[in-house]
């Protein structure tokens, strides 16, 4: 029974609201308490620095995003964490229409405020990286896919198709969803009439044709990303780990999930009748909440259970977004105002804990943080040696991605960055036209540095010697200070008479 609280209360307006503020704070915040870049989106600024259709790690959505990103901003950061929020505004949003579709408005509004209480739509999404991307990507391809489903429209069609493939150019794991996709589509009988039409196949051309390009490039880059997909998923073939990596990840995603659990726990508190009864879900409903919400976590778990496949925690980023649809439809919560009430309440008061105790903890830090990183001092440290040295520009930093990422993100001449003086994972470098413009190698000296140094001299040869330069953390200064280790590839002769004027 649905009362006249339910049938006035303005849930869409609500819901607008409460995008806008989710994005303001969690831009405002991480732009305001942080000093450096987290660290895959600073790996995002390294590969952003050169627009090719594929990186050692991952597609190249996520590159591309972020130089997007900065020549949005004008090279400023706060856009980076903008663009972050916005793909968790793009899951909220369809997360609502899709939730409106099966349940009345106000119960749609609150499968997706659930979500507001997990990790991965806040704290997780500060970092701009594949999983983040992958929350808005997935979400608009179940989207569409639904609506083309039940409408069978051309432009929902390829819509799923677009955002389907935008998917896995931000990341291969897109597979665990669309293989329930295509499960769907065959076990049910109305999404069958789909395989009779052309409007599913041009949405599967659409897919294609995005992906292409990075398929292309992979037969000319040895298959990298998935020589490095199969690395992060590859452990020892013991047969505990077929048991012990899918309950692992289980239980992580539980973890992110007991949050959500206990706010709506609050809807099933009082006197008066607890639960309700809604309009049974159609079957059509039922399976696709099953497979789509579902699927992608139990064919991952199962995959690992079969496989010994290694899971990270982090790769459940986008699993969640329907399982505060799902919650609500199986245990539908009777509301009254002063329950729904007390369940804002709750979930402002959450937020806020949320948003002070991260911001506390890194204004406080007794522990090393990337948030306390010294990036931009370092930059314009070794900047300005460079310069006064050579008397031109510096064109190429060459090591770690953390460090040798920074100093190149915070210079004001924004070079390239040589990632680990490794060319395979740094295709876009050419070494000879390093070797004319000169650069600066940095090492971490808790690495094994001297076999790297050996071979390092073994291909420049005008390396110059070893520095060893010493930093402080910003904000805490009692911690030990960062220590590496810098070495300066002068610029051939015919380079070294360009004057550099600031």
């Known amino acids: 029974m649905i009362n006249n609280f339910i049938k006035s209360f303005q849930a869409e307006r609500c819901l607008y609201i409460f995008i806008f503020l989710h994005v303001f704070f969690w831009t405002l915040i991480p732009a305001w308490v942080r000093y450096t870049l987290p660290m895959d989106a600073m790996e995002g600024t390294i590969w952003g620095h050169q627009l090719v259709l594929g990186y050692d790690?991952?597609?190249?959505?996520?590159?591309?995003?972020?130089?997007?990103?900065?020549?949005?901003?004008?090279?400023s950061v706060w856009v980076i964490y903008l663009f972050s929020q916005l793909s968790v505004a793009a899951c909220f949003w369809a997360t609502w229409k899709i939730s409106k579709k099966i349940l009345p408005p106000i119960y749609a509004l609150i499968s997706v405020l659930l979500l507001e209480s997990m990790q991965y739509y806040h704290l997780h999404a500060i970092d701009f990286n594949d999983n983040t991307l992958e929350l808005g990507l997935w979400a608009f391809t179940i989207l569409f896919f639904y609506e083309a489903t039940l409408k069978n429209k051309l432009s929902d069609w390829l819509l799923t198709g677009f955002f389907a493939g935008l998917g896995m150019m931000a990341k291969y794991y897109t597979a665990m969803l669309l293989i329930p996709m295509v499960l769907f589509l065959i076990s049910q009988s109305a999404a069958r009439q789909s395989f009779k039409s052309g409007k599913m196949y041009l949405g599967l051309l659409v897919f294609l044709v995005v992906i292409l390009p990075h398929t292309i490039w992979l037969f000319f880059h040895d298959f990298i990303t998935i020589h490095y997909a199969v690395s992060r998923v590859s452990s020892p073939p013991t047969l505990l780990n077929h048991l012990q990596f899918p309950l692992q990840f289980a239980w992580q995603q539980f973890e992110v999930l007991l949050p959500a659990l206990l706010l709506f726990s609050i809807l099933l508190l009082g006197k008066k009748p607890v639960l309700t009864k809604l309009t049974p879900l159609q079957k059509f409903d039922k399976t696709f909440l099953f497979l789509m919400g579902m699927g992608p976590f139990l064919l991952t778990i199962s995959l690992s259970a079969i496989f010994g496949m290694k899971l990270r925690a982090g790769w459940g980023q986008p699993l969640l977004s329907l399982w505060g649809i799902i919650l609500i439809a199986w245990i539908t919560p009777r509301l009254t105002r002063e329950r729904f009430i007390f369940f804002i309440a709750l979930l402002i008061t959450l937020a806020a804990v949320m948003m002070s105790v991260y911001s506390f903890a890194l204004i406080r830090a007794k522990e090393p943080s990337s948030a306390n990183f010294p990036g931009e001092i370092i930059a314009y440290e070794l900047t300005k040696q460079w310069e006064q040295r050579y008397h031109t520009s510096l064109a190429y930093v060459a090591g770690p991605r953390?460090?040798?990422?920074?100093?190149?993100?915070?210079?004001?001449?924004?070079?390239?960055?040589?990632?680990?003086w490794n060319k395979k994972v740094s295709s876009w470098i050419d070494e000879n036209k390093l070797k004319e413009s000169g650069a600066i190698f940095v090492w971490d000296?808790?690495?094994?540095?001297?076999?790297?140094?050996?071979?390092?001299?073994?291909?420049?040869?005008?390396?110059?010697?070893?520095?060893?330069m010493h930093f402080s953390w910003m904000r805490n200064k009692t911690m030990e200070p960062i220590e590496?280790?810098?070495?300066?590839?002068?610029?051939q002769q015919r380079h070294a008479h360009l004057l550099y004027f600031q």
């Open 57 to 75: 790690k991952n597609p190249f959505l996520n590159g591309w995003l972020t130089r997007f990103a900065l020549f949005l901003g004008g090279g």
């Open 402 to 420: 953390w460090l040798a990422g920074n100093i190149a993100f915070y210079s004001k001449d924004q070079p390239t960055v040589y990632i680990d």
């Open 445 to 468: 000296p808790t690495e094994a540095v001297q076999p790297a140094e050996k071979e390092i001299r073994a291909r420049f040869a005008a390396l110059g010697p070893i520095e060893i």
């Open 484 to 491: 590496f280790n810098v070495a300066f590839l002068p610029p």
